[in-house]
C-alpha cells in the first residue's frame, strides 16, 4: 500500500485524557487516527485537532503511527514544547510497546540494530539499509506464547519511522495485522497489534520523572 492506494478512514473511537496540568497533556491515542493532518484532501481528522478544542494550546512534541495506539504527549506551552522536544532528540524518554508477533520469537530477549530509510518507490514503507539508512535500536522482551503468536514488550533505543514494525519484520515475526508488513495470516487482523504501553519523562516544570501507562487493549 503506497501512499496514493492509502484510504483514510479514521476511527469513531476517541482519545482519552491520561494527564493534564499546567504545561502537558497526556492521552491514549486510539489505533486508526493520524497524529498530525495528513497531506491530501479527508486527512484534517486526526488527534491533534480532535484535542484542540478543549486544549487550544495545544503543540506537537511526537507522533505515534496511525495504526498504533496508546501513549502520546504534547506540550501546552512553547516551553514545554521545547523541554520535553529536546528529551526525545536526546534519548533521554524512555518508551515501552506491547505487540504481537506472527509465530514464536526467539531468544525470550534480544536486540536488533538495523539501519533504517525511507523505501522512496514504496512510500511510507520503510526498509533496512546498511549505506544510507540512520541508526535504529530496538531491545526485545517476550511476555508469552500464544497459540501461534507470540507477545512481546519491545522498547526502542531510537524513534525511527516504523522502527519496531521493521525491526520484527526482519526478525521473520512481523507485528499481527500490519498492513505494510505483514502478510498472508499474519496481516488478518483486526488491527496492528501495536501500542505505545509507557512513557517516562522529566516533567517541563521542575525536572521531576514521571511515568504514564496506557492499557493494552489487545
Given at each position: 500500500?503506497?501512499?496514493?492506494?492509502?484510504?483514510?478512514?479514521?476511527?469513531?473511537?476517541?482519545?482519552?485524557?491520561?494527564?493534564?496540568?499546567?504545561?502537558?497533556?497526556?492521552?491514549?491515542?486510539?489505533?486508526?487516527?493520524?497524529?498530525?493532518?495528513?497531506?491530501?484532501?479527508?486527512?484534517?481528522?486526526?488527534?491533534?485537532?480532535?484535542?484542540?478544542?478543549?486544549?487550544?494550546?495545544?503543540?506537537?512534541?511526537?507522533?505515534?503511527?496511525?495504526?498504533?495506539?496508546?501513549?502520546?504527549?504534547?506540550?501546552?506551552?512553547?516551553?514545554?514544547?521545547?523541554?520535553?522536544?529536546?528529551?526525545?532528540?536526546?534519548?533521554?524518554?524512555?518508551?515501552?510497546?506491547?505487540?504481537?508477533?506472527?509465530?514464536h520469537?526467539?531468544?525470550?530477549?534480544?536486540?536488533?540494530?538495523?539501519?533504517?530509510?525511507?523505501?522512496?518507490?514504496n512510500?511510507?514503507?520503510?526498509?533496512?539499509?546498511?549505506?544510507?539508512?540512520?541508526?535504529a535500536?530496538?531491545?526485545?522482551?517476550?511476555?508469552?506464547?500464544?497459540?501461534?503468536?507470540?507477545?512481546?514488550?519491545?522498547?526502542?533505543?531510537?524513534?525511527?519511522?516504523?522502527?519496531?514494525?521493521?525491526?520484527?519484520?526482519?526478525?521473520?515475526?512481523?507485528?499481527?495485522?500490519?498492513?505494510?508488513y505483514?502478510?498472508?495470516?499474519?496481516?488478518?487482523?483486526?488491527?496492528?497489534?501495536?501500542?505505545?504501553?509507557?512513557?517516562?519523562?522529566?516533567?517541563?516544570?521542575?525536572?521531576?520523572?514521571?511515568?504514564?501507562?496506557?492499557?493494552?487493549?489487545?
Amino acid at each position: 500500500m503506497t501512499d496514493q492506494e492509502f484510504v483514510y478512514r479514521p476511527t469513531a473511537e476517541q482519545p482519552r485524557v491520561l494527564h493534564v496540568d499546567h504545561e502537558i497533556l497526556v492521552v491514549d491515542k486510539p489505533a486508526g487516527l493520524l497524529s498530525v493532518p495528513g497531506k491530501g484532501e479527508g486527512r484534517d481528522d486526526c488527534l491533534i485537532n480532535r484535542l484542540r478544542g478543549a486544549f487550544p494550546t495545544i503543540l506537537l512534541v511526537h507522533r505515534l503511527d496511525l495504526d498504533t495506539s496508546g501513549v502520546t504527549i504534547f506540550g501546552l506551552t512553547p516551553h514545554a514544547q521545547r523541554h520535553l522536544g529536546l528529551q526525545f532528540e536526546h534519548r533521554q524518554t524512555k518508551k515501552h510497546y506491547i505487540a504481537r508477533l506472527w509465530g514464536h520469537l526467539e531468544p525470550k530477549e534480544g536486540h536488533v540494530d538495523l539501519p533504517l530509510c525511507v523505501d522512496w518507490p514504496n512510500r511510507p514503507r520503510q526498509h533496512v539499509d546498511h549505506e544510507n539508512g540512520k541508526p535504529a535500536q530496538t531491545d526485545w522482551r517476550v511476555l508469552r506464547y500464544e497459540s501461534d503468536t507470540t507477545r512481546v514488550r519491545l522498547t526502542p533505543l531510537t524513534g525511527r519511522s516504523h522502527q519496531l514494525r521493521v525491526h520484527m519484520k526482519e526478525q521473520g515475526h512481523p507485528i499481527l495485522g500490519d498492513p505494510l508488513y505483514s502478510e498472508g495470516p499474519a496481516r488478518d487482523f483486526p488491527r496492528l497489534m501495536l501500542h505505545a504501553e509507557s512513557l517516562r519523562i522529566r516533567h517541563p516544570d521542575g525536572g521531576r520523572y514521571m511515568t504514564f501507562s496506557a492499557p493494552v487493549p489487545f
